[in-house]
């Protein structure tokens, strides 16, 4: 098989596991998030030298809110610091910045600063790269389902019309690619609720590495198991070669 038509377009990773790295070393739990940095780092520039396009980082889910006050707050400091501190070299990387998730949830001057960057970075063509902030699936879905209603109401759609496209369609990145993998660190073998619709034929990755210690060679292996896979969405094995599965 040619390397190349193996290469996922779209990566989603959910970022578990700096708790318990920083639980190892008697650190609190912020320890461990600010550890994380690094491997968000090397991820990217990995993405990046491998010409993958899309980068989708589940930072903070919408069930998140409900830890100790102590840690949310630590985390949205961590978010804010990060987003002064790394946007320029990301910009000069021509990585562009999008946030996904109920963005409403956080202070105004992080709204802002996410808007900023959004804009600021709106052209960069290397790299697409999604930050899942206040995330859920569900919300995602309901936004959407709540927009077509919306759209009922005005006539500017039908109810008729109301099928798997008209709904995508109302939901962020609906101009990107579905994830082709998922890879998952510490240890743990569920979603809790990332990307439900758009995962539907996503290849799972799991990894026991605890997020603060992926690095490039991590992301590797993960892109070689994914070159792996047979992908059939639904046909048999001797309907789907690796072309029919590229257009598919
Ligand atoms: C993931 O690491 C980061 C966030 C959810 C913000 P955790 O904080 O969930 O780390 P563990 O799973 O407790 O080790
Ligand atoms: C998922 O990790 C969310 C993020 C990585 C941002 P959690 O640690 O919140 O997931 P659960 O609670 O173990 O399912
Ligand atoms: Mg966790």
Not at 108 to 119: D, G, Y
């Amino acid at each position: 098989m040619n390397a190349t038509s193996t290469l996922p377009c779209h990566i989603a990773i959910v970022m578990d596991g700096n708790g318990r790295w920083a639980r190892l070393r008697n650190q609190p739990r912020s320890f461990g998030h600010r550890a994380g940095k690094k491997a968000m780092r090397e991820t990217v520039e990995g993405c990046l030298r491998q010409g993958i396009g899309t980068l989708t980082l589940f930072a903070f889910s919408s069930e998140n809110w409900q830890r100790p006050e102590s840690e949310v707050r630590a985390l949205m400091a961590l978010f804010m610091n990060a987003l002064d501190k790394e946007v320029d070299a990301l910009h000069e990387q021509s990585v562009r910045l999008r946030f996904i998730g109920d963005l409403e949830a956080f202070s105004k001057s992080l709204q802002c600063r996410m808007h900023e960057v959004a804009t600021h970075t709106a052209k960069n063509k290397k790299l697409n790269l999604n930050l899942a902030v206040s995330y859920g699936g569900r919300w995602v879905i309901s936004q959407a389902a709540r927009r077509a209603a919306a759209d009922v109401v005005r006539g500017e759609l039908k109810i008729e019309d109301i099928d798997e496209v008209a709904l995508g369609c109302r939901m962020n990145l609906s101009d990107l690619p579905p994830p082709d993998l998922l890879i998952r660190t510490g240890g743990e073998h569920r979603i809790s609720n990332f990307l439900l619709w758009q995962m539907a034929y996503t290849e799972l990755h799991f990894t026991d590495t605890l997020w603060p210690d992926f690095d490039r060679h991590c992301l590797q292996k993960a892109v070689d198991d994914y070159g792996r896979r047979e992908r059939r969405y639904g046909r048999i094995g001797s309907q789907t070669t690796r072309r029919q599965q590229d257009s598919a």
